[in-house]
Nanobody, 124 residues
Framework: EVQLQASGGGLVQPGGSLKLSCAASGFTFDDYAIAWFRQAPGKEREAISCISSSGESTYYADSVKGRFTISRDNAKNTVYLQMNSLKPEDTAIYYC?????????????????WGQGTLVTVSS
């Protein structure tokens, strides 16, 4: 059974940092690109970052570029999202997802399995 387990969310003050993890199981992890999406209350789900199967290529939304870093450890079947300089507008539920399509990473239909989400709240 394919599973993606997102963790690491929490409450952090503006300017702070968090590191999210996405632990995968049930498939050959290094065959797939993995992305992080987020969804804030009342807003559509937004793709924020993606990493290729090998880890050699990474992609970021303009809203997080320079502040967030995606990485993966294929030996541990885990993708990470290091989030620095957090802002209140980063508050959202963060999801990881497995990419199966060949189109742009920003399209949700490119993904077949999603983690359950982890809540990040940036507030003083």
């Amino acid at each position: 059974e394919v599973q993606l387990q997102a963790s690491g969310g929490g409450l952090v003050q503006p300017g702070g940092s968090l590191k999210l993890s996405c632990a995968a199981s049930g498939f050959t992890f290094d065959d797939y690109a993995i992305a992080w999406f987020r969804q804030a209350p009342g807003k559509e789900r937004e793709a924020i970052s993606c990493i290729s199967s090998s880890g050699e290529s990474t992609y970021y939304a303009d809203s997080v570029k320079g502040r967030f870093t995606i990485s993966r450890d294929n030996a541990k079947n885990t993708v990470y999202l290091q989030m620095n300089s957090l802002k209140p507008e980063d508050t959202a539920i963060y999801y990881c997802a497995r990419k199966v399509g060949s189109s742009t990473y920003t399209v949700p239909s490119e993904y077949d399995y999603w983690g359950q989400g982890t809540l990040v709240t940036v507030s003083s």
